[in-house]
């Protein structure tokens, strides 16, 4: 049973960064792509970034792109996810979630993910 416990959530300023955190527990990390998705009130789940199981393939939203980085480190069993230039339209509950590295479907669907984490908020103030 994989666990992911996600953290570094909080209320940052427009224009601020702030660096997600999400712990793997449970299985061989290096087994697994990692994604984030985030969640806005009254709005779906929607995709963030993902990175593949060995970190050679990485993809963003058009909306995050440029602004933020997701990166691993499979000794720490931590995948990270580094936002910049934040804006009101980010704040969300972002999700950490993991997918075998034998699954198929896009990085992007939601339903190809096997493991997800209770979230963390993120508040852009204006």
């Known amino acids: 049973q994989v666990q992911l416990v996600e953290s570094g959530g909080g209320l940052v300023q427009a224009g601020g960064s702030l660096r997600l955190s999400c712990t793997f527990s449970?299985?061989?990390?290096?087994?697994?792509?990692m994604g984030w998705f985030r969640q806005a009130p009254g709005k779906e789940r929607e995709f963030v970034s993902a990175?593949?199981?060995?970190?050679?393939?990485?993809d963003y939203a058009d909306s995050v792109k440029g602004r933020f980085t997701i990166s691993r480190d499979d000794a720490k069993r931590t995948v990270y996810l580094q936002m910049s230039s934040l804006n009101p339209e980010d704040t969300a509950v972002y999700y950490c979630?993991?997918?075998?590295?034998?699954?198929?479907?896009?990085?992007?669907?939601?339903?190809?993910?096997?493991?997800w984490g209770q979230g963390t908020q993120v508040t852009v103030s204006s």
């Open positions: 449970g299985r061989v990390f290096s087994n697994w792509a």
């Open positions: 979630a993991a997918r075998s590295l034998w699954s198929g479907g896009a990085y992007s669907e939601a339903g190809s993910y096997d493991y």
């Open positions: 990175i593949s199981w060995n970190g050679g393939r990485t």
